[in-house]
């Protein structure tokens, strides 16, 4: 392996890099078409326990509203 083999690997790795953090694709982005209902989010609520991680941004009134 020779001198210019180093900077020649070195070009790879950092394109790969930059090809890492240019990603176009869509698949990550928060679009309202993936959002939980109120009534799917208590019930995933309550089947965890009422923890507060699984409240999806709902309040636990609005939780608990749903529930009945």
Known sequence: ????DLFKSKKNDDEEIEEAYNCTDDED??????????????LIWMSNGKDEDYTFGYTEEELE????
């Open 65 to 68: 509203d749903a529930l009945r």
């Open 29 to 42: 982005d928060d679009d309202d078409d993936e959002s939980l209902d109120v009534y799917d989010a208590a």
């Open 1 to 4: 392996m020779g001198l210019f």
